[in-house]
């Protein structure tokens, strides 16, 4: 089955040691998301790929950024964890924004990955 | 930048019967999509319904069904027959059909289905 898969699924890691959180896809989708999700609030967009083009969201952090050497693959680099920096991230796919077809526009996501900051 | 409120933080319904999540929407574009997606505890966000704007027909599937009204930019989920696997937070989202490829999201509804 077509899907989005990320690794992950927990990570541990202490305060100010760089992590990297990666996620690959299957569906062949031209945009690539990364959300940060805490505890029973709604997913907040980090960054996304159309393509190669990179869009970082006006209050995403330094700390945090982004690779995305092909299609499938997509990697979260977090360069010095912060306690804050304890949260759920998912990667997330679609279509591009006109793109025709059926299931066309809508959002896939990934299982997640737990960070955990000591 | 478009926002999603819902309004209902918590909701609770008893097993079988029918309940209503709200959302509400804020947007100058004309063409989009609407969505309701379901994050059970400790598990995967999955799509549970999509409208498209320029539809007039309310989206249905099978007991999920939703009540899209424009002019009011209210989009709201009603669940018939509800089951304790319903129980989960849903979260409704926004996207424009055309321009940018972010998806909005609303602050989520924590749903619990009583025995």
């Known amino acids: 089955d077509a899907m989005v898969i990320q690794n992950p699924r927990y990570q541990v890691t202490q305060f100010g040691k760089p992590v990297t959180l990666s996620c690959s896809q299957t569906?062949?989708?031209?945009?690539m998301y990364w959300y940060q999700q805490k505890s029973s609030q709604a997913p907040k967009l980090l960054f996304h790929?159309?393509?190669?083009?990179?869009?970082n969201e006006a209050d995403t952090p330094d700390n945090f950024q982004s690779r995305r050497p092909n299609t499938s693959f997509c990697f979260l680099d977090i360069r010095s964890p912060g306690l804050g920096d304890a949260a759920m991230y998912l990667c997330?796919?679609?279509?591009?924004?006109?793109?025709?077809?059926?299931?066309?526009?809508?959002?896939?996501f990934g299982a997640g990955s737990r960070l955990t900051v000591l | 930048a478009q926002t999603v409120t819902q309004s209902q933080p918590e909701m609770s319904v008893q097993e079988a019967e029918t309940v209503t999540l709200s959302c509400t929407y804020d947007t100058s574009e004309s063409d989009y999509y609407l969505f309701w997606y379901k994050q059970p505890p400790s598990r995967q966000m999955i799509l549970v319904i999509r409208?498209?704007?320029?539809?007039?027909q309310n989206a249905t599937e099978n007991r999920f069904s939703v009540n899209f009204q424009k002019a009011a930019k209210s989009f709201s989920l009603k669940i018939s027959d509800s089951q304790l696997g319903d129980a989960a937070m849903y979260f409704c989202a926004y996207r424009s059909r055309v321009t940018g490829n972010q998806f909005y999201f609303g602050t989520g509804t924590s749903l619990t289905v009583i025995p």
């Open positions: 569906l062949n989708h031209n945009v």
């Open positions: 997330a796919t679609s279509r591009g924004a006109g793109t025709g077809g059926s299931g066309a526009n809508v959002l896939t």
């Open positions: 790929y159309y393509d190669k083009d990179f869009n």
């Open positions: 409208q498209e704007a320029y539809k007039q």
